[in-house]
């Protein structure tokens, strides 16, 4: 069983920074993709980012060029610098691991482990 632990929520300003982490424990062995979700209120939980072992990354559009996602070599611990933040990125941040694999053409994910979310306000 994975236990994830987000850190690094808090309020800033719009045009600020927040590094956001994500502390992994558990057994992750098979465990190939790990990504952050965000939910604003009233609206459904949506992917920020992922990354595969490889490091294949995925970036939703609204983020793609202010937030990077990286990890340390041992998969223990993830994390999404967030530059550049505006209102519209407030939410409950959440780390998430599962397995992913591919067709050959496309990747197919599913996240099976989640934290419990951190906090992340913007004011204008």
């Known amino acids: 069983q994975v236990q994830l632990m987000e850190s690094g929520g808090g309020e800033v300003r719009a045009g600020e920074s927040l590094r956001l982490s994500c502390a992994v424990s558990g057994t992750i062995f098979g465990k190939n993709i790990m990504g952050w979700y965000r939910q604003a209120p009233g609206n459904e939980r949506e992917l920020v980012v992922s990354?595969?072992?490889?490091?294949?990354?995925d970036y939703g559009d609204s983020v793609r060029g202010r937030f990077t996602i990286s990890r340390d070599i041992a998969k223990r611990n993830l994390y999404l610098q967030m530059n550049s933040l505006t209102p519209e990125d407030t939410a409950v941040y959440y780390c998430?691991?599962?397995?992913?694999?591919?067709?050959?053409?496309?990747?197919?994910?599913?996240?099976?482990?989640w934290g419990q979310g951190t906090q992340v306000t913007v004011s204008s």
């Open positions: 990354i595969i072992d490889g490091g294949i990354t």
């Open positions: 998430a691991v599962g397995m992913a694999a591919s067709n050959g053409q496309t990747w197919h994910s599913s996240f099976d482990s």
